[in-house]
């Protein structure tokens, strides 16, 4: 197991840790430090039992290699809302995006994949997948020329819906994905999304929802449906709804797939919903989406203005990319970008090292 060492002038490790003069150390594919650097060598005061413990953890194991960064270190980014078989996976990984959850592909082909990613070799991001969208006959995708054969899966009824929701948990599916889609056919029945949504609770995971029409996001709240796999752009959502949705649900924001840089009504009203949804005390993840339309591979700095635009300070924004802090002990994944973007959220785009696993990608 490789040892390295990164250092760099200003790094944000996680929530409420800015830190000067930062310390990174990966053993393998774990942190063993994370902090100031001078912080290294300092016993904390009071430890007990003989045992030295220092700022950060237990004494970082000594580098084999060493990185000076001329930048701002900060957790690999995580994109909650992939088609990772319509991107080029180095581009991603390299782009800082160091994991990534896919939300609809066949099963047979994104589940191996997932299933590789785990390895030391493999060229890509870390990948968790949903593998195929639960739908109703006629449903969302399967009449979508973007989505191939096996895109949908079609169930008929609440049996049907829960024994399929089975079989994915059990293929290895890390979270369920079900299609309300009423402008693009038929939809599931509350029952169904009820069925699903059980067989997903007890098996400690979590079912997200496509809501696209009139009426669908209310559906998937009263079904007990736990995200929205969009920021719901179909229609200003009523007050009372937004706040029952912030109690309990997480929105991914794929902001830009409706505007492209551009402005459209589509995206006023998804930002209105969001910045609402905030304030009532709502969490929000970043998801772009990528596969679908001109999304770039790697941090897509269009999708945090858009959060910043929706309410999130330049920290939350940061929350939002990240999925756990550089830490003692957490993944060994981090990126270094050219500039600092607490203060310039265009440094996103500056992508200038990344690691992830210990691996060094760019
Ligand atoms: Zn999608």
Redesign the pocket.
């Given at each position: 197991m490789t040892v390295t060492a990164v250092r760099a002038p200003l790094g944000w490790l996680g929530p409420g840790r800015l830190v000067e003069d930062v310390l990174v150390v990966l053993d393998g594919g774990r942190a063993a430090y994370a902090g100031s650097a001078a912080g290294v060598g300092v016993v904390a005061s009071g430890t007990e039992g003989g045992t030295e413990t220092l700022d950060g953890g237990p004494v970082p194991p000594e580098p084999d290699q060493e990185i000076h960064f001329e930048g701002f270190l900060m957790p690999g980014v995580v994109d909650r809302?992939?088609?990772i078989g319509m991107a080029d996976p180095f581009s991603v990984v390299a782009g800082g995006v160091t994991a990534v959850r896919d939300?609809?592909w066949p099963p047979e082909v994104v589940l191996s994949m997932a299933g590789a990613s785990e390895g030391p070799a493999f060229n890509g991001p870390l990948i968790r997948a949903a593998g195929p969208m639960l739908t109703c006959p006629g449903g969302y995708p399967t009449r979508s020329g973007w989505a191939p054969n096996g895109t949908g899966l079609e169930v008929r009824g609440a049996e049907e819906a829960a024994g399929a929701a089975s079989v994915l948990l059990e293929a290895g599916a890390a979270v369920l994905k079900v299609a309300l889609n009423s402008e693009a056919g038929p939809t599931l029945s509350d029952q169904d999304l009820v069925a699903i949504c059980d067989v997903a609770h007890r098996g400690g995971t979590i079912v997200t929802a496509?809501c696209q029409g009139r009426e669908q996001a209310a559906r998937a709240l009263g079904a007990g449906v736990d995200e929205f796999?969009?920021c719901p752009w179909s229609e200003r959502l009523a007050d009372e709804l937004i706040e029952a949705m912030a109690k309990r649900m997480r929105i991914v924001s794929?902001l830009d797939i409706l505007s492209y840089g551009r402005d459209t009504p589509e995206l006023r009203t998804a930002i209105d919903n969001l910045r609402r949804f905030l304030a009532a005390g709502g969490r929000v993840a970043y998801g772009t989406?990528l596969?679908?339309g001109p999304i770039p591979p790697g941090i897509h700095v269009g999708e945090a203005w858009h959060l910043r635009t929706a309410g999130l300070s330049g920290e939350e924004v940061l929350e939002a990319l990240t999925f756990r802090p550089l830490a003692t002990g957490e993944p060994a994944d981090l990126v270094g970008l050219g500039g600092n973007p607490l203060e310039d959220l265009d440094a996103l785009a500056n992508v200038r090292l990344v690691l992830r696993a210990g691996r060094r990608f760019g």
């Open positions: 809302h992939v088609h939300l609809g496509h796999a969009h794929t989406d596969g679908n």
